[in-house]
T-cell receptor, first 115, second 112 residues
Framework: DAGVIQSPRHEVTEMGQEVTLRCKPI?????LFWYRQTMMRGLELLIY????????DSGMPEDRFSAKMPNASFSTLKIQPSEPRDSAVYFC?????????????FGPGTRLTVT | TQLLEQSPQFLSIQEGENLTVYCNSS?????LQWYRQEPGEGPVLLVT?????EVKKLKRLTFQFGDARKDSSLHITAAQTGDTGLYLC????????????FGQGTTLQVKP
């Protein structure tokens, strides 16, 4: 399996622009997670889906952030409009219940820089 | 919300030394996972511990789950430069939802 695939790997944009991050989870996994990682705040869970349905979006910072999962093999995280404080590495992860626990598999991340 | 405290936050050692990092909580863990994140990559699962008192070994890494399931440790024997990275512990949130709660991590630098 190719693992979790994220695109783009790097994104540089200007404040006010729309940014769309993409994720393809591992086939057969029923959970998908979006995280943000910064030096100051560590790894933060933004939102997660189960069987394509959003379960908990309490970590989404504000209305500028939205996420969708139209099918089992694709998800997007959109920021509109982007701000410099959104600069971070965004990770997508998928998981499967195995051996009594959920083991998450992370993608390589998208490094977002908003100038 | 359960908080995971990891210590130390930063650790810089010479190759060949031993080290231990810790993960603690005020509440009982249902299960605990350890991940390692190398620079520029996403976290990768190392191990899952489920039973109080459990010890698991992965080559030079030894993972221990406290008897009361409120703490865990990761011990590395004879550290190598390839062990450099961020070590994260994570615990499942309540309700068996698949959601993980991560600690802030321990950044380990192993110098040649």
């Amino acid at each position: 399996d190719a693992g979790v695939i994220q695109s783009p790997r790097h994104e540089v944009t200007e404040m006010g622009q729309e940014v769309t991050l993409r994720c393809k989870p591992i086939s057969g996994h029923d959970y998908l997670f979006w995280y943000r990682q910064t030096m100051m705040r560590g790894l933060e869970l933004l939102i997660y889906f189960n069987n394509n349905v959003p379960i908990d979006d309490s970590g989404m910072p504000e209305d500028r952030f939205s996420a969708k999962m139209p099918n089992a093999s694709f998800s997007t995280l959109k920021i509109q409009p982007s701000e410099p404080r959104d600069s971070a590495v965004y990770f997508c992860a998928s998981s499967l219940y195995e051996g009594g626990s959920y083991e998450q598999y992370f993608g390589p991340g998208t490094r977002l820089t908003v100038t | 919300t359960q908080l995971l405290e990891q210590s130390p936050q930063f650790l810089s050692i010479q190759e060949g030394e031993n080290l231990t990092v810790y993960c603690n909580s005020s509440s009982v863990f249902s299960s605990l996972q350890w991940y390692r994140q190398e620079p520029g990559e996403g976290p990768v699962l190392l191990v899952t511990v489920v039973t109080g008192g459990e010890v698991k070994k992965l080559k030079r890494l030894t993972f221990q789950f406290g008897d009361a399931r409120k703490d865990s440790s990761l011990h590395i024997t004879a550290a190598q430069t390839g062990d450099t990275g961020l070590y994260l512990c994570a615990e499942h949130g309540s309700g068996n939802t698949g959601k993980l709660i991560f600690g802030q991590g321990t950044t380990l630098q192993v110098k040649p």
